[in-house]
Each structure stands twice: as C-alpha cells, then as structure tokens.
C-alpha cells in the first residue's frame, strides 16, 4: 500500500492546483473562488521516482459541526488521522492569517510528518510573505509555486525525508491482447483483474453520495440536505463480493438552460468525463419523481457513450404500494427509453441500505453482458432464418442481399453485416435487426452498434466490350 499524502491549508490557497501537478492531469476543479473543494479527493502522485497516494481536502474553516463547514472541515480531519504526511499550505502573497495560525496548530497535533509550503511566492512579494511562514513553527518553508512548477526539487527532498516506504514507479502496463475467438465460440472481454468503473449520475439530491456512503459502509462523501453539493468526480475503489469496484460520485445535473454560473459548467463538464471513463453508469432517480426529462437526457447521454446502464430508483423507503409501483416504472422504462430496452430498473433506499445488494449485482451482470462476445456461428444461425420471413425492402427495384454477420469487438457490443448494397437500408429494418440482437441474445441495458458494410462489385464501371 503506497503513502498517503494530505495537502492542508485554509481555502483558496493552490491545493488543487497542486494536486493537479502531482497527479500529471486535471482532475480536481481549480477556481478563484474560495471553496470550490469539498470532498477529499485520492490521486496516484508521482515526483521523480517517488509514487505516493496525494489527497485533496477541503480548505480549513470554522463551522459548527452541523453546517457545510463544520461536515467539510470533518472530511479534511479524516484526512490528517488516515495520511502518513501532511503538505500544510500558506498563501505567501496574502502573508500569514490568523487562520493559518489556528489550523497550524490543528495538523501539529496530527503528530504526522509536516511539510510547509508557501504558494503563490514566485516574485519578490510572494518571497516576502514567504519568510512570515517562520513564525508558524513547522520548520523552513518551501517557497514554492503549484501554478508554474517552482520548488518542485525542494519539495522533492522533503518527501523523501518525510515518508518512511516509498517506491518507483512501476512502469506502464502492456496493452491487452485482441480477443481472438473461432466461429463457434462465444467469449467475453472482462478483465477480473481490473476494477469494474461505476459512475453514479443523476439530477441534483437524487441521493447519490448518500448512496455510495452506504456501499463503502462509511460517511467518506459529503451530504446533507442542500442540493448541488458534489462538485467535484470523486473515484473511491472498494471490494464487493471479492469484485473490485471503482465508484465515482458525480456533481448533479440539471438541464443545460438552468447553468449559468462557471462553477456549476465545471463540475458539469468533470462528470460527463467520468461518465466517459466509466464502463457501468448508474442513473439514480428520485423514486417520488422519476422518468423526469432531463433523467431521460441523461440516459440518452449514456447511451451515446456506449456505456452500459443500469437505473436505480432510490428513496424508495418513501413509496407505498411498492410492489405495483415497481412493475409500472419498469414498463415506464421500456417505453421511454426503448433503445436501452431492458435495462435493469432497481428500487433501493441509499438511506436504509435497502436492496443496495441488488443494485450492485444488476451492475456486474450489465457489466458482463456489455463484455459480451457472441460467435458468428450463433449468429449467422440466427440471421438466416430472419432475413427469410423479414427481408430487407428493395432498392430501386433491385434485392438488397445480406450475406452474413460477425461482431468484431464488445464494450459495447458492436455487429457488422456484410452483403450487397446495404448502405441503402433504412434505418426501420437496422432497428428490427437491434431489436432482435437483443431479444435472442440477452444484450439488455447495453447500446448496440450496427454497421453496414456492403462488397464491392470488381466489374462495376467496366464497359462490356463489343466484339
């Protein structure tokens, strides 16, 4: 298990900035304005031959217990008890505040190694509010700058006297080898070893934090009843049934007209990224309110992507008649979202914990089934006997002829036929193909790609000669 770095400090003085520089991408949200951090977010950090797990907290504040400070400020302690090095940083162009003096104390008594940085000190009056660092007791400051990369060597050095176990960096992982399957043989392309990628979507106070709370079976996200308040994609790893799972919460989204503010478009954009890293999205939805028009843009999102879904309706707790109301909102969902037909629809409470169990085997069997590859054997077994009863209509007077089909790749399952002048069928007979994929072969919750590829005929264009 690799060392655990927490970087601290009041708000807006560069931690994300520099968890982003340690993590070699832009993950964390940056921003002028003060707060934008409020989970504590993990990242794998490398710093010449060092690798270490880096943590971004919230900024320190005074609160009490039960407002967003005071749930904030908590995450930040967890933070200082679980990390085995603290980063503790100062705004050296503001100089030392009253604040920075008060939390000072704070991480002193973390009794964990202490690392003192004075951002923002590129310039002569960033190196004077430096030199006030002194007086906070923790040792010779850094001067150092997140944004353009300043005092990286020294910051080097103090690692390495910090940590107790460090390690290289491993090098890259090989690249995958291509499945390769005969005729009659079904496969699929799951990777035991490799964590299943979870991202949990949904409108604003759907419950999500709530939910993934209870999956991890600790309070290691932010809630409460204020709406919007996941901004940044946290990923959390964690084991179910001996699966590894790695489960992103994202910042709730709402419909495109109602973002006004540059904040809110951040944490928009950072978790339609995660929905483009995930494998399995979660929809989350309001069981009191569900099948809303955005719930259903953002299941269309979903699909776009080529990720498999699966939909929980969460609060169900607050349901009666739950029975009845299960099997209508199932149908609801096939009707409204007929090219995600199938989809598992799963009635939890993140809240009780109720059927949070069955939500998660809805996702690795979705999972399984959006790996899945089927032989052209049983394909092509399949397809004879439809194109029989159901040809393709015509074109220009001409039959269109489909010879055979195979599926080249999964994630998600994507189908090629081949045949004769098949760039001209309608996109009605492409559906009824899909549909039947579907039914026959079990691919529910999952996008299906078709393409059309027709042969090519070696004596069009050649004039036929007179003799």
């Known amino acids: 298990m690799s060392a655990k770095v927490a970087i601290i400090g009041r708000p807006n003085v560069g931690k994300s900035t520099l968890f982003n520089r340690l993590v070699g991408r832009k993950l964390a949200l940056v921003d002028d304005t003060p707060g934008v951090t409020r989970d504590r977010r993990e990242g794998d950090a490398r710093l010449g031959d060092l690798a270490f797990t880096i943590v971004d ?28 090095a603290i980063l503790f940083m100062i705004d ?60 990286l060597s020294d910051l080097y050095e103090a690692l390495v006297a910090a940590l107790p176990i460090f390690a290289l960096v491993d090098e890259d992982e090989e690249e995958q080898a291509p499945l390769v399957l005969g005729e009659e043989e079904d496969g699929s392309e799951v990777d035991l070893a490799r964590p299943v990628r ?12 709530t939910l993934l709370n209870r999956i991890l079976g600790e309070d290691r996200l932010l809630t409460g009843p204020e709406p919007g308040l996941t901004r940044d994609s946290i990923s959390i790893e964690t084991v179910w049934r001996e699966r590894r799972l790695k489960l992103f919460d994202t910042a709730g989204l709402r419909r495109r007209a109602r973002i006004v503010e540059k904040l809110e478009k951040l944490a928009v954009a950072d978790a339609l990224r995660a929905v483009r ?7 989350l939805l309001d069981a009191t309110i569900p099948f809303e028009k955005q719930d259903l843009t953002l299941a269309d999102l979903v699909e776009r992507e080529g990720r498999a879904l699966v939909i929980g309706l969460n609060k169900w707790d607050l349901i009666d008649n739950k029975s009845l109301k299960a099997q209508e909102l199932r149908a609801e969902a096939d009707r409204l979202l007929p090219q995600l037909r199938g989809t598992r629809v799963i009635p939890l409470s993140g809240l009780t914990g109720a059927h949070v169990d069955k939500l998660l085997e809805a996702v690795i069997a979705t999972h399984e089934v959006w790996n899945k590859r089927i032989s052209t054997g049983r394909l092509n077994r399949w397809l004879t006997p439809v194109i029989d009863s159901t040809p393709p209509p015509a074109v220009s007077g ?45 691919l529910y919750g999952v996008p299906i790609r078709l393409s059309m590829r027709s042969t090519k005929n070696p004596f069009a264009g050649r004039a036929k000669r007179k003799s």
């Open 57 to 84: 907290t919230a900024g320190l504040e005074e609160g009490d217990v039960d407002s967003l400070a005071g749930r904030m400020r908590a995450q930040t302690e967890t933070a200082l008890i679980d990390c085995d």
């Open 398 to 442: 001409r039959r269109v002829k489909i010879r055979y089909m195979t599926q080249p790749k999964a994630r998600p399952p994507f189908f090629v036929m081949f045949g004769n002048q098949l760039d001209d069928v309608p996109e009605s007979y492409k559906r009824f193909i899909v549909n039947g994929l579907r039914e026959t072969f079990e």
């Open 277 to 283: 890293f995930a494998e399995v999205v979660v929809l």
């Open 198 to 209: 979870i991202a949990v979507l949904g409108r604003p106070n759907a419950g999500k934090s």
């Open 92 to 151: 050296a162009r503001t100089g030392l505040t009253p604040t920075d003096r008060h939390f000072a104390q704070l991480v002193r008594r973390a009794d964990k190694p202490i690392i003192l940085l004075a951002n923002k000190a590129e310039g002569h009056a960033g190196r004077d509010g430096a030199y006030e660092a002194f007086g906070l007791g923790l040792g010779d400051p850094i001067l150092f700058s997140a944004e353009h990369g300043e005092g």
